[in-house]
């Protein structure tokens, strides 16, 4: 448990000063007792056990210390129901995706898990489809509707390079579709040409929101794909900070063998590599998470897993209002046994 405000927590030394006071103030009340009339005396003994007598008082100390704990603002992390409305999957459909390391092939293996993962995914989430090459589209905007999913995910088709910092770009857009993301300026710069790779792309004409905090946007997530290394579009890592600007997390998963595979394309071959590096940057830069797939059972379970987290999601939640009801529930009972038992309040 944390403390917004621990300082608050100093007042607790208060507490034993108020021990010592309450049993000052029994002596001096066995003091005058000693010199009271019989009648005081028999009224004293009537009154019930001795043990009774210390009950408010100790629970009106209790109820203290529970407030003094709830001015200092406490965190605690719990599992609650995830409030997360909209998944945007972006899935690489580059040219490595045919790679064999992955029975039968990376492309289908991730098809087959992205199907999986629409029919198991949390109750009341809407799914939106990005595939990315050597750019990105909005293949399916987020949607219930599983049919449409599962049929946009059919007519993958795979292309030349990749273009991570673009998929995150356009499932920003799906994310924000009112959010004036100018995908085009950054995509491509702000002359708008195509087939350029841009490390820093240049701010939208529109004026971005004040930055939030990074992954504190809870309704809704991107989840990232890939199998290769960044090719062309803008650098994922620049566009990772404009996610965590706008408070969205960007899991991603590594898919394939991290040594990589070799590819054909007709009469040449080539190595792929997976880039684990950008990939864990991205989730970090957003306070996501990175996983990483070797074969087609791992994606299963690596979607299995998200879905999970995305239904109930572990977060560090204010409990102020916890200590603080707490805290009156012991004063009330207090008084009230007090004013039973004795016919006062304290």
Same mark, same amino acid.
């Given at each position: 448990?944390? &403390?917004?405000?621990?300082?608050? !927590?100093?007042?607790?030394?208060?507490?034993?000063?108020?021990?010592?006071?309450?049993?000052?103030?029994?002596?001096? =009340?066995?003091?005058?007792?000693?010199?009271?009339? !019989?009648?005081?005396?028999?009224?004293?003994?009537?009154?019930?056990?001795?043990?009774?007598?210390?009950?408010?008082?100790?629970?009106?100390?209790?109820?203290?210390?529970?407030?003094?704990?709830?001015?200092? =603002?406490?965190?605690?992390?719990?599992?609650?129901?995830?409030?997360?409305? %909209?998944?945007?999957?972006?899935?690489?459909?580059?040219?490595?995706?045919?790679?064999?390391?992955?029975?039968?092939?990376?492309? %289908?293996?991730?098809?087959?898990?992205?199907?999986?993962?629409?029919?198991?995914?949390?109750?009341?989430?809407?799914?939106?489809?990005?595939?990315?090459?050597?750019?990105?589209?909005?293949?399916?905007?987020?949607?219930?509707?599983?049919?449409?999913?599962?049929?946009?995910?059919?007519?993958?088709?795979?292309?030349?390079? %990749?273009?991570?910092?673009?998929?995150?770009?356009?499932?920003?857009?799906?994310?924000?579709?009112?959010? @004036?993301?100018?995908?085009?300026?950054?995509?491509?710069?702000?002359?708008?040409?195509?087939?350029?790779?841009?490390?820093?792309?240049?701010?939208?004409?529109?004026?971005?929101?004040?930055?939030?905090?990074?992954?504190?946007?809870?309704?809704?997530?991107?989840?990232?794909?890939?199998?290769?290394?960044?090719?062309? @579009?803008?650098?994922?890592?620049?566009?990772?900070?404009?996610?965590?600007?706008?408070?969205?997390?960007?899991?991603?998963?590594?898919?394939?063998?991290?040594?990589?595979?070799?590819?054909? &394309?007709?009469?040449?071959?080539?190595? +792929?590599?997976?880039?684990?590096? %950008?990939?864990?940057?991205?989730?970090?830069?957003? =306070?996501?998470?990175?996983?990483?797939?070797?074969?087609?059972?791992?994606?299963?379970?690596?979607?299995?897993?998200?879905?999970? =987290? &995305?239904?109930?999601?572990?977060?560090?939640?204010? +409990?102020?209002?916890?200590?603080?009801?707490?805290?009156?529930?012991?004063?009330?009972?207090?008084? @009230?046994?007090? !004013?039973?038992?004795?016919?006062?309040?304290?």
């Amino acid at each position: 448990m944390t &403390f917004l405000w621990p300082q608050v !927590l100093w007042l607790m030394l208060a507490l034993p000063a108020c021990v010592l006071a309450y049993r000052w103030l029994l002596r001096r =009340r066995k003091a005058a007792v000693r010199y009271a009339s !019989l009648a005081l005396v028999r009224a004293a003994v009537d009154g019930g056990p001795h043990w009774r007598r210390h009950v408010p008082p100790a629970l009106l100390l209790a109820a203290a210390a529970l407030a003094l704990l709830a001015a200092a =603002r406490p965190f605690a992390a719990i599992t609650l129901p995830s409030q997360v409305q %909209t998944i945007v999957l972006a899935i690489d459909v580059s040219g490595s995706m045919r790679a064999r390391d992955v029975s039968p092939d990376r492309i %289908t293996a991730a098809q087959e898990a992205a199907k999986a993962f629409i029919e198991r995914r949390p109750p009341n989430s809407r799914i939106g489809l990005v595939s990315f090459s050597g750019s990105a589209q909005l293949v399916q905007k987020p949607t219930v509707n599983a049919k449409e999913l599962n049929e946009a995910i059919d007519r993958f088709q795979l292309q030349r390079h %990749t273009a991570t910092g673009s998929a995150i770009v356009v499932s920003l857009a799906a994310l924000f579709p009112d959010g @004036g993301i100018d995908v085009a300026s950054l995509t491509f710069g702000a002359s708008g040409a195509r087939g350029v790779a841009i490390d820093a792309p240049k701010a939208p004409a529109r004026p971005p929101p004040p930055p939030v905090k990074p992954g504190s946007y809870r309704s809704g997530i991107i989840v990232l794909l890939s199998d290769g290394q960044r090719t062309t @579009g803008p650098d994922p890592i620049h566009i990772a900070k404009i996610a965590a600007d706008r408070g969205v997390r960007v899991y991603t998963v590594g898919f394939g063998s991290v040594e990589g595979a070799i590819i054909e &394309f007709g009469e040449w071959s080539a190595r +792929v590599r997976l880039d684990e590096e %950008t990939l864990k940057a991205v989730a970090d830069i957003t =306070r996501a998470e990175y996983r990483h797939a070797a074969s087609a059972a791992d994606l299963v379970k690596v979607y299995d897993e998200l879905n999970t =987290r &995305f239904e109930m999601e572990r977060t560090a939640t204010e +409990v102020t209002a916890l200590f603080t009801a707490a805290a009156a529930l012991l004063g009330v009972l207090a008084t @009230g046994l007090s !004013l039973a038992w004795y016919g006062r309040w304290a």
